[in-house]
């Protein structure tokens, strides 16, 4: 058991995943494509995060040529503001507005939808006003993976180091399971702040046409319901990440409010939700053994399989450890190989703190109004 068991986790089948990608991504040709892009972030009084963050956009070696287009909406700071003071700087950004009319429909999806219909491109990169690329290679990087055989494209996005480690960790455990159903047959939600994907697909899907209602989750909605068999890529290497700016507790635990309520309302939600449980079970139930058969043996004087189970329950930790250790790696997250254990322990609670919060909240907060 001690030897199987723990074979069973996300980190295990992402070693296997990285070596078909690596392989796959070193034979493939590594020519940055002629794409252009058209860029849509949404904005609403997110003043400070677009001053931190676009300039890192238009910073971008990217000859083939982007745009950049802002959708604002109301906002009490000065995200307006610093839009325009951008423009003057950069004849590539372009900016609209939502109409303070609109009512029964999320704004953040309204949003995206005038910013598709004013691009120029085709591909389209929806990205969160709080993330920006950790290098001035990402749309290259991008532009490898959007090719004639694809229609989405997901980015791998962490938050800064600043962040506290277990958030960092915990987001890249859950990206984890997303990379790999995209990289199979069918992709189930996004990575986070940014999803590629082509105007073309958007318009023939109507845009958010089944989901207007619900106030968040554009990201989740358009990789789940655009995705078809084998469409999608993800871009994982070192060039095309993006680091995601510092939440606040509370903005931290409002998206994941958020995505509780949105995964609701996605196709193939229960398998994907069987794989994380599945996981979570097994780990638990591996070190609950053990540590009842040390504990057992150690009350019975049997000291031959109290050793036996001590170097079983050993062998659990270093095999989880090592393995993770080495996605960690992969991906530059910065977690202690000391955190590992007691953060993967922490996920599951986490997730019950979680739901238990989500079904105490009022869930027409999650509907515009």
């Known amino acids: 058991m001690a030897i199987v068991t723990p ?3 996300i980190f295990i089948r992402s070693i296997r995943l990285l070596r078909i990608y690596r392989k796959i991504y070193d034979d493939r040709e590594t020519k940055v494509s ?43 700071d000065e995200t307006d503001t610093v839009v325009k003071n951008l423009q003057k700087e950069h004849s590539n950004l372009y900016t609209t507005f939502i109409p303070d009319s609109s009512r029964y429909m999320s704004r953040m999806k309204l949003a995206v939808t005038l910013g598709v ?28 993976h959007c090719n004639n055989n694809k229609d989405l494209v997901l980015c791998y996005s962490n938050y800064d180091n600043e962040t506290n480690k277990y958030y960092r960790f915990r987001r890249l455990y859950l990206q984890l399971y997303a990379i790999r159903e995209a990289l199979g047959k069918r992709a189930y939600c996004s990575t986070g702040y940014s999803v590629a994907f082509r105007k073309s ?8 046409l089944n989901n207007l209602k619900y106030e968040r989750g554009e990201f989740d909605f358009i990789v789940n319901e655009y995705s078809e068999d084998y469409n999608t890529d993800v871009v994982v290497e070192h060039d095309a990440r993006l680091i995601v700016d510092n939440p606040s507790k509370k903005s931290w635990l409002n998206e994941q409010m958020y995505y ?11 398998w994907h939700r069987i794989k ?74 986490t997730q019950l703190y979680l739901k238990m919060r989500y079904l105490i909240t009022e869930k027409k907060d999650f509907i515009r109004k």
């Open 7 to 9: 074979l069973i986790n």
């Open 34 to 76: 002629d794409v252009k892009f058209s860029i849509v972030i949404t904005a609403q009084d997110n003043e400070q995060e677009l001053e931190k963050n676009l300039p890192a956009i238009f910073e971008q070696d990217y000859e083939s040529g982007f745009e950049v287009i802002v959708v604002t909406g109301k906002s009490d």
């Open 117 to 144: 219909k004013a691009a120029k491109s085709d591909w389209i990169i929806l990205l969160g006003p709080e993330c920006k690329p950790e290098t001035n290679q990402w749309l290259k990087s991008m532009s490898i």
């Open 201 to 208: 697909s958007f318009m023939k899907h109507n845009g958010f």
């Open 260 to 270: 509780m309520d949105t995964r609701r309302h996605l196709a193939r939600r229960i």
């Open 276 to 349: 994380f449980n599945t996981d979570m079970f097994f780990m638990h139930i591996n070190y609950i053994a053990e540590i009842a058969l040390m504990v057992y043996f150690g009350i019975m004087h049997n000291w031959i399989v109290l050793g036996a189970s001590a170097f079983a329950f050993i062998c659990t930790i270093l095999i989880r450890t090592i393995v993770a250790n080495k996605v960690i790696k992969f991906f530059d997250s910065g977690i202690s190989v000391l955190s590992i254990i007691p953060f993967e322990l922490r996920m599951i609670w």
